[in-house]
């Protein structure tokens, strides 16, 4: 089956590299991109390095996204970070809901409904991060653990842009990923209960992706799943000739 979607591989770089080390990861991987496959990239960086690799990037086709955002435009909310200052750096993608924000932050499904209203009402796209614990998975609730993740999360959002990362919570940055198999089963899953949500013809243009310790050498067999649209890469994000790889998974070149 021929897919409609383009790929996509978004690196989340959590709370790792300072500018100087963000100009010398532009440095060696942008080399390495051009000319490559038809892939669509996303870097999503700490706060402190967006400006830098918003003026890194302009020549280039890699587009810059946030880790975050609050959901509110402006107003008295020390230390968060809103839809307008980071479009105004160049941002179009925003990560939201990860597994990380969820269990260590403590983020609820209304929480993440919030951002989401407002990244969908700036016009950017959101990164939707949904997925299961292993005790979950172990009690057989993963379905259900991930359906109330969408219905919640996307709860009065109209049709967006919108990106859904599956990242099954026990794969991330333990070196254990799910299997491709694993991966289609759930991604199918999720795109069809997207087209429940809303419509099947919008549900087969959103692109999901898999995340969970997603490394060059597998890659390509995740993305040849027929609901595996690409990848959220953690780790091996932060690595310029590791990335790079990933990126021209189906390169010959």
């Avoid at 107003?75 to 993608?93: H, K, P, W």
């Avoid at 995740?222 to 990335?243: E, M, N």
Wanted: proline share 4%; hydrophobic share 45%.
């Amino acid at each position: 089956m021929v897919k409609i979607r383009n790929t996509l591989i978004a690196a989340n770089w959590k709370m790792y590299k300072t500018v100087g080390e963000a100009a010398n990861f532009v440095k060696d991987f942008l080399p390495q991109v051009v000319g490559g496959a038809e892939v669509d990239i996303v870097i999503c960086p700490p706060f402190t390095c967006l400006p830098y690799l918003s003026a890194g990037l302009k020549d280039s086709s890699v587009q810059l996204g946030a880790q975050d955002v609050f959901w509110e435009k402006q107003g008295a909310y020390t230390g968060e970070i809103s839809t307008v200052m980071l479009q105004d750096l160049g941002c179009r993608y925003i990560i939201v809901g990860h597994s990380e924000r969820r269990h260590i932050i403590g983020e609820s499904d209304l929480i993440i409904n919030r951002k989401l209203k407002a990244i969908s009402g700036a016009g950017m796209v959101p990164i939707l991060c949904v997925g299961e614990t292993l005790p979950e998975r172990e009690q057989n609730q993963a379905r259900e653990v991930v359906r109330l993740q969408l219905e919640q999360g996307l709860r009065d959002v109209a049709a967006p842009e919108l990106v859904v990362a599956y990242e099954p919570v026990w794969a991330i940055g333990t070196g254990i990923n799910a299997n491709p198999a694993d991966a289609q089963e759930m991604t199918g899953f999720i795109r069809e209960y997207l087209a429940i949500l809303y419509d099947k013809t919008w549900a087969e243009g959103v692109r999901i992706l898999y995340g969970g310790s997603v490394k060059p050498d597998n890659i390509a067999q995740f993305a040849a799943q027929p609901d595996v649209d690409g990848a959220l890469v953690g780790g091996a994000s932060l690595d310029a000739h590791d990335f790079a790889q990933i990126v021209r998974f189906n390169s010959n070149v």
